[in-house]
């Protein structure tokens, strides 16, 4: 009978990767069985094959079917296809590898070395494998490159990681119960009420997210701008123009403002001082996940989902390192210098690459973040096997570069500070020139000199004064949220994890408490949910004790605590919540029912009605002959009988705007197979005359 | 009670929670406007309520209070 080892890789493109890397011959051969590839490779006398994951296979469920009810505290792991309709796939994947596992002589988990993976890898060992999880060894890897995998296949752990898997169950599981009680308390409350079903949702992460959201907007809508101005100057110097800025940055007072700018309207002025510093600008740190993706977000506008999924596919094509890390370490078994001479067979990264391999001794400015199981994100220096398209270009581009950048010397700059005396005023301005450009030159175009070029200058120097102005300002409300900006927020708080932040606000948008992406504004229904959390459950939206909660998940994979103990507090914290929340369900439920019948009015309104002037137009199904037709919300209060005949056919869609022709709202029709097209509703609309 | 604005219960002063709060920065910000363009509280009340940087509740609180001192001259 056949023998072999059975390696379980995370995804199909790994696990290819894998049996190619371990095969003798650089080869494998891609077997299928019901459409589940799996791949065979020969290494030395043993054979190997290689399945693959597709991502979780199981998750965590209830105990009792179809009851939907709260509270839930009994749960179990089962395969995902039994809970998820979706997942109906994953059925005979299982059964794939349950019978490769059969005549596996050696299990090897070789998922990527990271709380999720390390659970990916724990439960088909341990489910589909029976019991293989006990005797099973595991792959550590950070690059899918040949030489690393094999040197990780010749010296494998001797057993997984047990106390990582058990802090990642812990998470998954703690998860589970606040989600699944949490969210049933909402959702039974606003039905119970409006007797409308929407699905509202919260957790252990979603609920301080949206706190976040809600005190920041709260305060934007609060805020009353102040009055300040300040004065600048164009000073004319040896010919070349330069702006100069009072030196008191925020005048309180338009008196003082005022004064201050009707003595400066004089010809002339002079150099009062020059100050000349020089100072040096540290390379950048290497690449942690966040980092990354802020500045994907800055240079490209990537969100950081979008720079995920693609370093992600960067990694699995063996491009760059384990994307997925915290750390901003890279240590020298990396091997530099081959890397570096890989990159050198790139034609864009040649000439820098060269430079950094001629300049001696390589040390990267580390920073201080670490990662038990991953280096922070490096080039592996292979090429590509096939082209890259543009977004993966661009990410690809920026962790070179940034690995490059971290190995160069600080760039010396110069600063020069010049005052200058308006009639007793003093302006300044503050020049940079780039004595040394350093690390620089590895990093652009993602940094940029600045240097201003100055001409000569001396004190007592005579100037032109060629105007005066005086502005009016306020102050700023602060900045709503961006994609970006509310993930550094999310670690900042030790929210969440790097897996899971990101989907965390996906869920945040899914369930209509959050519009906008630049701009991201909480709806009346996130307004809605986050004040029932703060009244009822604050501790549930208080990045306290979701942060302590992250703390105690850590102390069990140090093995500082145990995973029942951290889930028997929890479920004594979701015991009194889940109490109050029953207590209160009537109250929760008006409160929310009503900003559901808002939203569901808000997506069926075309426009406000001309003809009562207060009404709004929406959508309405008449239930004498089913027919839909546009009608005005008066109708109902029989104060206004404005009403518009619609397409019968086809989804209907608010586009918020007006007829340029008539000023009646204008709506968008879908069928399928057919161009959308848009539609004013006035039917003696002059453009409709026209047409006729 | 429903607060003066809007529909929620009343927090203070005839305003809910977050009318309170806007009204409550309307107040402290008027010190540094007279200090810094000598103006009357009415229209101070009309320059923020016209600036757009104003959040939207105090601007609805600022248009409020417009409204009640005219009602109030008009009964006077
Ligand atoms: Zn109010």
């Keep these: 009978m056949r023998k072999y080892t059975l390696i379980i890789a995370e995804k199909p493109d790994a696990a290819s990767r894998i049996a190619t890397a371990l095969d003798d011959n650089g080869k494998t051969i891609r077997e299928n069985s ?156 606003a039905k119970n009420s409006s007797c409308r079903y929407t699905t509202l949702s919260t957790g252990r992460v979603q609920g301080p997210t949206l706190k976040y959201l809600e005190t920041r907007e709260k305060n934007i809508r609060v805020f009353v701008p102040t009055p300040f101005w300040n004065i600048t100057a164009k000073i004319s110097i040896d010919d070349h123009s330069f702006d100069f800025e009072y030196g008191k940055k925020a005048i309180e007072t338009k008196t003082e403002a005022t004064n201050i700018s009707a003595t400066c309207k004089v010809r002339e002025g002079k ?75 790139s034609t864009l990264y040649q000439e820098l690459a060269q430079k950094l391999l001629v300049q001696g001794a390589l040390k990267p400015n580390e920073g201080t973040k670490v990662d038990p199981a991953h280096p922070a994100i490096y080039p592996t220096g292979d090429q590509p096997d096939k082209a890259l398209d543009a977004s993966e270009k661009n990410i690809y581009d920026l962790i070179v570069k940034r690995f490059l950048a971290v190995f160069g010397e600080p760039v010396l700059k110069q600063s020069v500070k010049v005052s200058v005396d308006i009639n007793q005023n003093l302006f300044f301005m503050t020049g940079y020139r780039t004595l040394k450009e350093g690390w620089m030159k590895y990093y652009k175009p993602y940094v940029h000199s600045k240097d201003v070029s100055l001409p000569k200058l001396f004190e007592g120097k005579k100037v032109t004064v060629e105007n005066v102005v005086l502005k009016d300002n306020f102050t700023k409300p602060p900045l709503r949220y961006n994609p970006r900006s509310l993930l550094k927020k999310m670690e900042k708080e030790k929210i969440g994890t790097k897996a899971t932040r990101a989907t965390v606000i996906q869920t945040l948008y899914t369930r209509k408490y959050l519009e906008g992406v630049q701009n991201m504004t909480i709806t009346d229904l996130g307004f809605g949910v986050a004040e029932v959390l703060r009244n009822y459950c604050p501790d549930v939206a208080s990045s306290e004790m979701t942060k302590k909660l992250e703390e105690k ?90 009403s518009f005949p619609l397409p019968q056919k086809g989804t209907i869609k608010s586009l918020s705007s007006l007829c340029k022709t008539c000023g009646y709202p204008v709506i968008k029709v879908l069928i399928s197979q057919k161009y959308p097209w848009n539609l004013c509703l006035n039917p003696n609309c002059p453009v409709k005359e026209n047409k006729k | 009670m429903s607060c003066k604005i809007c529909s929620r219960q009343v927090k203070e002063k005839g305003y809910c929670n977050r009318h309170l709060k806007a009204y409550q920065n309307i107040y402290e910000k008027f010190e540094m406007w007279k200090k810094a363009l000598e103006v009357t509280w009415m229209d101070y009340l009309s320059k923020i309520s016209k600036n757009s940087l104003t959040g939207e509740w105090a601007k609805e609180v600022a248009k409020q209070l417009i409204e009640d001192d005219r009602r109030n001259v008009k009964e006077k």
């Design chain 1, 271 to 345: 150099i009062d001082k020059i100050d000349i510093k020089e100072f040096q600008q540290n390379p950048p740190v290497p690449f942690d996940l966040s980092a990354l993706q802020s500045e994907a977000y800055n240079f490209f506008k990537y969100t950081p989902i979008q720079t995920s999924k693609i370093a992600q596919y960067l990694y699995v094509n063996a491009l760059i390192s384990y994307p997925r890390t915290s750390s901003q370490k890279l240590p020298p078994t990396i091997g530099y210098d081959i890397i570096l001479k890989k990159l050198c067979k």
């Design chain 1, 34 to 189: 019901k459409d589940v590839p799996f791949f065979v490779a020969k290494n030395g006398d043993k054979e190997i094959i290689v399945a693959s994951a597709l991502g979780h296979l199981y998750t965590v469920t209830g105990t009792k079917k179809g009851e939907w009810s709260y509270p839930v505290f009994n749960y179990q792991w089962q395969p995902r296809w039994i809970v998820e309709k979706s997942a109906s796939k994953i059925r005979v994947w299982l059964k794939v590898i349950s019978k490769l596992a059969e005549n596996a002589t050696e299990f090897v988990d070789a998922c990527d070395y990271d709380i999720e993976g390390s659970i990916i890898g724990y439960s088909i060992l341990k489910y589909a494998c029976n019991g293989k999880e006990k005797t099973a060894k595991r792959m550590k890897y950070s690059t899918l490159t040949r030489e690393e995998l094999k040197e990780s296949f010749a010296n494998l752990l001797p057993h997984l990681d047990f106390d990582l898997i058990e802090a990642g169950l812990a998470r998954h599981e703690i998860d589970w119960l606040y989600g699944i009680n949490l969210s049933r308390a909402l959702t039974l409350a």
């Design chain 1, 553 to 642: 998940m850590e102390q069990i994979q140090l093995k500082q605590d145990t995973k029942q103990n951290v889930l028997t507090d929890a479920i004594k914290v979701l015991k009194t919540v889940t109490s109050t929340l029953k207590q209160n369900q009537t109250e929760i439920g008006v409160q929310l029912g009503q900003k559901i019948k808002q939203l569901q009015l808000d997506r069926q309104t075309v426009g406000n009605c001309n003809k009562c002037q207060t009404g709004k137009l929406v959508i309405i199904r008449s239930k004498k002959t089913g027919k839909r037709f546009i009608g005005c919300t008066n109708f109902f209060e029989s104060t206004c009988n404005a």
